[in-house]
């Protein structure tokens, strides 16, 4: 599984790649406003975080707050490019000891592929790759099939696809709706799992 997820992320590149040709950038109308930066907040739904249970229950990413920054670059009135940063400041639940803090922090290059426009609303569709890492206040402590284990945070690649619609309320301010499905390779050292979730957010941005 873990093979076919870095297949994935290998095509996920090339198409970042594509997308800033030097030949493409020609096709940009002259004049039209191709950078943007937004902020955007939303919410993480959570999974399962280890692959079997500590102590009789499996720790969850519980679901909580997203928020982040984005800049994106339209390289052709159809590509564009987007890099973004994003943090949850979350919780592991069902662990001995009750809830753990925990911050999870993504970084992600993205290609933007926009594939109709109005004359507010431009829907889109969104992929790429990029690097999660947690912070856990405490280690999570427990007993696996007779065995003592202590699990820390760590960091993984991440693969995200959404889908989104950006309104322009002026000629420079944008409102963008949007929802991404992300795979985490791992979040933790020990019992690592591999996670899928759900980020809903919305987005204000600035053009220019």
């Given at each position: 599984?873990?093979?076919?997820?870095?297949?994935?992320?290998?095509?996920?590149?090339?198409?970042?790649?594509?997308?800033?040709?030097?030949?493409?950038?020609?096709?940009?109308?002259?004049?039209?406003?191709?950078q943007e930066i937004s902020v955007f907040a939303g919410r993480v739904l959570g999974d399962d975080l280890t692959e079997t249970p500590v102590s009789g229950r499996v720790p969850q990413l519980d679901d909580d707050?997203?928020?982040?920054?984005?800049?994106?670059?339209?390289?052709?009135?159809?590509?564009?490019?987007?890099?973004?940063?994003?943090?949850?400041?979350?919780?592991?639940?069902?662990?001995?000891?009750?809830?753990?803090?925990?911050?999870?922090?993504?970084?992600?290059?993205?290609?933007?592929?926009?594939?109709?426009?109005?004359?507010?609303?431009?829907?889109?569709?969104?992929?790429?790759?990029?690097?999660?890492?947690?912070?856990?206040?405490?280690?999570?402590?427990?007993?696996?099939?007779?065995?003592?284990?202590?699990?820390?945070d760590d960091g993984g690649y991440t693969l995200n696809a959404g889908l989104g619609a950006k309104y322009s309320a002026t000629d420079h301010v944008t409102i963008n709706l949007e929802a991404r499905y992300r795979?985490?390779?791992?979040?933790?050292?020990?019992?690592?799992?591999?996670?899928?979730?759900?980020?809903?957010?919305?987005?204000?941005?600035?053009?220019?």
């Open positions: 599984m873990k093979t076919e997820w870095r297949s994935i992320g290998s095509m996920t590149v090339a198409a970042l790649v594509l997308a800033t040709l030097p030949k493409a950038a020609g096709a940009q109308p002259e004049g039209q406003a191709n707050v997203l928020f982040g920054i984005r800049y994106g670059y339209r390289v052709t009135d159809t590509w564009g490019i987007e890099f973004s940063v994003g943090q949850s400041n979350n919780s592991v639940t069902d662990v001995p000891g009750g809830d753990i803090d925990v911050d999870l922090t993504t970084f992600d290059a993205d290609a933007v592929w926009h594939f109709g426009r109005g004359a507010r609303w431009a829907p889109y569709l969104v992929f790429g790759v990029g690097y999660a890492a947690t912070d856990l206040d405490r280690p999570i402590t427990g007993d696996v099939g007779g065995r003592a284990v202590v699990i820390d795979y985490l390779d791992a979040l933790v050292d020990t019992l690592e799992n591999s996670l899928g979730t759900v980020e809903p957010t919305v987005a204000v941005g600035w053009k220019f």
